[in-house]
Each structure stands twice: as structure tokens, then as C-alpha cells.
Nanobody
Framework: QVQLVESGGGLVQAGDSLRLSCAAS????????LGWFRQAPGKEREFVAG????????GFADSVKGRFTISKDNAKNTVHLQMNGLKPEDTAIYYC????????????WGQGTQVTVSS
């Protein structure tokens, strides 16, 4: 089993930056990829960004391309989501999750961290 803990959310103004972190523990050797997702009130959860556990970026949602970057701290088994140029529409609860292989589903969801962007 893998346990995930998100941190770094907060209340910021439009144009500001935040860095979210997802710390993984437990059976991290089983991780193939880690993804960041978000869910805004009344909306479906959506994929934001993903990274292979070996460090190669999987991709970004079109809505965040050019503003968000993803990176992995190997020593700490932590993945960071750097969010720049934040917009009010980025307001959501951000979750991280992992999957064990390319064809599998994401699971082991963290508890989420709230990001609120005021205009």
C-alpha cells in the first residue's frame, strides 16, 4: 500500500504562485506514475498533471500548460506541483494519486489540499 499526503494549498490572489507537495510513503517501489487532480465545487474531478516515478513528465491539462510544472524529489519521495499565474478558475481541492502500471487506474488518493484563488 502507498500512502499520499498533500500539502501547500492556501488562499492567494490571481497571478500569484503556490507549490503543492505530495509526499508518498509505504510501498513506493510499486509506483509507476503519480498524478495531480483537482475538483472544483459542482464539477467533475479532472486530471491536472502527471509524472512517471522515474521522473519523466507525463503531461498537463490544456488549462494549465505553460503555467504549472511538475517535479519529483527522489530523496523525499515527494512530487511538487508548481503553480504560477494562478487564476480564479484554478480554485479547487487538489488531490494526488498513484498507479502501479501504465494501463492501471489511479488510486491511493490523498486527503486533498484546498487552493483558492481570489480575483
Amino acid at each position: 500500500q502507498v500512502q499520499l499526503v498533500e500539502s501547500g494549498g492556501g488562499l492567494v490572489q490571481a497571478g500569484d504562485s503556490l507549490r503543492l507537495s505530495c509526499a508518498a510513503s509505504g510501498r513506493t517501489i510499486s509506483i509507476y506514475a503519480l498524478g495531480w487532480f483537482r475538483q472544483a465545487p459542482g464539477k467533475e474531478r479532472e486530471f491536472v498533471a502527471g509524472i512517471l516515478w522515474v521522473g519523466r513528465t507525463l503531461g498537463f491539462a490544456d488549462s494549465v500548460k505553460g503555467r504549472f510544472t511538475i517535479s519529483k524529489d527522489n530523496a523525499k519521495n515527494t512530487v511538487h506541483l508548481q503553480m504560477n499565474g494562478l487564476k480564479p478558475e484554478d480554485t479547487a481541492i487538489y488531490y494526488c494519486a498513484v498507479k502501479a502500471n501504465a494501463g492501471g487506474d489511479f488510486g491511493s488518493w490523498g486527503q486533498g489540499t484546498q487552493v483558492t484563488v481570489s480575483s
